[in-house]
Antibody, heavy 119, light 106 residues
Framework: EVQLVESGGGLVQPGGSLRLSCAAS????????MHWVRQAPGKGLVWVSR????????TYADSVKGRFTISRDNAKNTLFLQMNSLRAEDTAVYYC????????????WGQGTLVTVSS | DIQMTQSPSTLSASVGDRVTITCRAS??????LAWYQQKPGKAPKLLIY???SLESGVPSRFSGSGSGTEFALTISSLQPDDFATYYC????????FGQGTKVEIK
């Protein structure tokens, strides 16, 4: 069974940093592209970032470019999101997602971890 | 950037109703469209990919149609478990979601 379990969320002050982790199991993690998507309270889904299977390529939404860094450890089956210079508008539930091996849609989602940026 | 627009934003319906949600892309995305269902406090769940392909395990009352810029998700006979928010997503040029359609009890 595919499982994605996020951790690392919490309350952080504006300008602060946080590192999210996503532990993957039930599939060959190193074969799949992975993504982060966020959802502000009461709002819709917004794509944040993606990383390819061998870590050679990453892409970011304009809203987080230069502040967030996506990475992965294929030996430990773990995806990361390093978030720096956090702003109030980064407050959201962050989902770890597996991209389908067949195409670019999202076939498995984690349960999400809440990041709150507030003083 | 490709914008995705869903309508309606909210839909009130009864159990057994046939329900259709539409999704329009700001430019052609061919058939590269997915639909997701999200219940309160839960992660989204994949329903449909490639505009009309049903994900394994998803009930056959869900169907998708369309290509180019106009797409639809239809629930043939609404069940109590279907009251949720639905999102379309294009995946031809990065990844963009519609704003969501909440299906509520009439």
């Amino acid at each position: 069974e595919v499982q994605l379990v996020e951790s690392g969320g919490g309350l952080v002050q504006p300008g602060g940093s946080l590192r999210l982790s996503c532990a993957a199991s039930g599939f060959t993690f190193s074969n799949f592209w992975m993504h982060w998507v966020r959802q502000a309270p009461g709002k819709g889904l917004v794509w944040v970032s993606r990383i390819n299977s061998d870590r050679s390529s990453t892409t970011y939404a304009d809203s987080v470019k230069g502040r967030f860094t996506i990475s992965r450890d294929n030996a430990k089956n773990t995806l990361f999101l390093q978030m720096n210079s956090l702003r109030a508008e980064d407050t959201a539930v962050y989902y770890c997602i597996r991209e389908s091996g067949e195409s670019r849609y999202f076939d498995y989602w984690g349960q999400g971890t809440l990041v709150t940026v507030s003083s | 950037d490709i914008q995705m627009t869903q309508s309606p934003s909210t839909l009130s319906a009864s159990v057994g109703d046939r329900v259709t949600i539409t999704c329009r892309a700001s430019q052609s995305i061919s058939g590269w469209l997915a639909w997701y269902q999200q219940k309160p406090g839960k992660a989204p769940k994949l329903l449909i990919y490639k505009a009309s392909s049903l994900e394994s395990g998803v009930p056959s009352r869900f169907s998708g149609s369309g290509s180019g810029t106009e797409f639809a998700l239809t629930i043939s006979s609404l069940q109590p478990d279907d009251f949720a928010t639905y999102y379309c997503q294009q995946y031809t040029n990065y990844w963009t979601f519609g704003q969501g359609t909440k299906v509520e009890i009439k």
